[in-house]
């Protein structure tokens, strides 16, 4: 069965970090670019991060830069987010994404979906 499969979503505090990560199964990610997504109650889904299939590549929402990171590990199929400063404008559940490429990615490019992870922030 092909799926995505997140975790590490959770309660913070505000200025506190956490780490999602994003498991595939059934296929191989290394094919693949990598990516984030996010929707906060009441607001449309957003894309937040994406990474190349090589890892080599790598870009950022402005509302992230400097405070989120994109990485892969092939080996393992798995990507992740790691997340600091975080803050209560980050709330939302977070989505994993595949698509072909990061260039012009949009929620129409993604092949596959991760089943969403709760990030809440506490001020």
């Known amino acids: 069965q092909v799926q995505l499969v997140e975790s590490g979503g959770g309660l913070v505090q505000a200025g506190g970090s956490l780490r999602l990560s994003c498991a595939a199964s059934?296929?191989?990610?290394?094919?693949?670019?990598a990516a984030w997504f996010r929707q906060a109650p009441g607001k449309e889904r957003e894309t937040i991060s994406c990474?190349?299939?090589?890892?080599?590549?790598?870009n950022y929402a402005d509302f992230v830069k400097g405070r989120f990171t994109i990485s892969r590990d092939n080996g393992k199929n798995t990507f992740y987010l790691q997340m600091t400063s975080l803050n209560p404008d980050d709330t939302a559940v977070y989505y994993c994404?595949?698509?072909?490429?990061?260039?012009?990615?949009?929620?129409?490019?993604?092949?596959?979906w991760g089943q969403g992870a709760q990030v809440t922030v506490s001020s």
């Open positions: 059934g296929f191989t990610l290394d094919s693949y670019a």
């Open positions: 990474i190349s299939s090589n890892g080599i590549t790598t």
């Open positions: 994404a595949a698509s072909q490429l990061c260039l012009l990615l949009s929620e129409a490019r993604v092949l596959y």
